[in-house]
């Protein structure tokens, strides 16, 4: 992997997920992971959201799993990140147009996990939902 601070015409054109020392595997693993693709497919769906209607949207999360996901897919550059000089504080989050890219492909994969659950756990051999 060259080195980030090498000139760009030195870096590679593309990552290499695959290679265990590539940024490329972080960005896949916050953007893939359950709270990323959640995140990413909720705002693409809602547009722009406070962090309360984040939370509330996507059952389970706990506060501190939404605060770090943000945080990473922030200073990955997919999230922008508002905040309204307000007391209490208004903070909302949106997608960037490279998150929006990002987000478009999450949310294939979303719909089609819930399209074919049915079948999966019946693969699994578990009782259909």
């Given at each position: 992997m060259a080195n980030p601070s090498s000139p760009a015409h030195e870096r590679p054109v593309r990552g290499n997920c695959f290679n265990s020392r590539c940024p490329s595997r972080d960005i896949l693993a916050h953007?893939?992971?359950?709270?990323?693709?959640?995140?990413?497919?909720?705002?693409?769906?809602?547009?722009t959201l406070r962090f309360s209607e984040l939370r509330d949207r996507?059952?389970?999360i706990s506060e501190k799993m939404l605060a770090q996901t943000l945080r990473d897919l922030e200073n990955d550059g997919l999230i922008l990140r508002i905040s309204r000089g307000t007391v209490p504080p208004h903070v909302e989050y949106s997608l960037t147009p490279l998150g929006e890219g990002a987000a478009k492909h999450v949310a294939a994969l979303v719909d089609w996990?819930?399209?074919?659950?049915?079948?999966?756990?019946?693969?699994?051999g578990e009782p259909a939902p």
């Open positions: 953007l893939t992971g359950r709270w990323g693709s959640l995140i990413a497919t909720a705002l693409r769906q809602s547009g996507i059952d389970g996990v819930e399209t074919n659950v049915r079948e999966v756990i019946e693969t699994r």
